[in-house]
């Protein structure tokens, strides 16, 4: 089995470029034997001789024909080992992520800016999900992580919980619960036209999961519920990070006895690490949260959304 080294490839080329072993070890930053006795280790792998034997500089015909090929494959490399170097650093290759459509509206337009400058090298793939195929998109290796609540336990999901947000109720600002301004409790949810969505299916089997089951109309689609909303058909639970801001013609009103929230967390596979490109994300991530705790977010002061984690994944 051939045992070729690049090393012995660059050689070759200082040779053939300056055409003087002398130079070509001092460029090479060898003694003049060592980068002699590399070429000649050289041919005797490839069996045959590169450079004429009276004059060590002038290739033979062997050597004219493996000139290009030599060049070629130490180019590729080259261009191998830099693309390698990059995608270790972060500063290339395919981000794949999942994320709920709430946090989206909320978080993803800051990240994105925060991780495009530093990263502007690296492809991003974003799948807007609800909680159930946001998990099975990470248990499945089919995005890197994502961001999103648990629909289930998966021994093959490592959960990283990232914050809390209260669940209360989303209705139009002239609406009757609106103008109580204080939060109230589930049961004078029951004089009201519900309007489902996949939000609720976390209530289902709670204590209030019975204020839940029966809605007037069931969406799936965020927009389309928030129009509906506006429309006048009806109010919706939903948790606090699913509130669009501005809101000038929505109000959310908190629910009580019991305060019920969701948790936001991070997803990633147990059995595999994130790549580099993946960290980075992660890492902005966390950054932005604890500006946001710092700073404070809307509606944290009142206590509908908490932050949970300020710390880094490693």
Not at 16 to 37: D, G, H, I, M
Not at 245 to 260: G, Q, R
């Amino acid at each position: 089995m051939l045992d070729l080294r690049l090393v012995q490839f660059r050689h070759f080329l200082l040779v053939v470029e300056t055409k003087n072993y002398r130079l070509a070890a001092e460029q090479a930053f060898r003694s003049q034997p060592a980068l002699s006795q590399s070429i000649r280790q050289l041919e005797l792998q490839l069996g045959q001789a590169l450079f004429e034997s009276h004059k060590r500089t002038q290739l033979t015909s062997f050597g004219e024909i493996c000139l290009p090929l030599i060049r070629e494959l130490v180019a590729h490399i080259e261009r191998a080992s830099a693309s390698m170097l990059h995608l270790g650093r972060g500063e290339g290759g395919v981000l794949r992520m999942a994320i709920l459509p709430s946090v989206a509206g909320q978080w993803l337009s800051s990240l994105l800016k925060s991780y495009v400058k530093i990263h502007p090298q690296v492809k991003i793939q974003i799948l807007a999900e609800d909680s159930a195929a946001v998990q099975r998109l990470v248990a499945s290796g089919e995005v890197d992580f994502g961001i999103s609540s648990l629909s289930e336990i998966d021994k093959t999901i490592l959960a990283e919980p990232l914050l809390q947000d209260r669940f209360g109720v989303l209705c139009r600002t002239d609406h009757p619960l609106a103008q109580l301004k204080m939060p109230i409790q589930w049961e004078m949810l029951k004089e009201h036209t519900l309007i489902g969505n996949v939000m609720n299916r976390q209530l289902r089997d709670t204590l209030v999961g019975e204020y839940v089951q029966s809605p007037s109309i069931d969406v799936s689609n965020l927009p389309t519920l928030l129009k509906l909303i506006r429309d006048g058909f009806g109010v919706t639970i939903v948790p606090a990070l699913v509130c669009p801001e501005p809101m000038s013609d929505l109000t959310f009103v908190s629910l009580k006895a019991p305060i019920m929230s969701r948790t936001i967390h991070l997803l990633t596979r147990v059995s595999r690490s994130l790549s580099p490109s993946s960290k980075a994300m992660v890492e902005v991530m966390h950054q932005y949260l604890q500006k946001l705790s710092s700073k404070g977010l809307s509606n944290q002061s009142s206590g509908l959304i908490k932050i949970l984690t300020a710390g880094r994944f490693l």
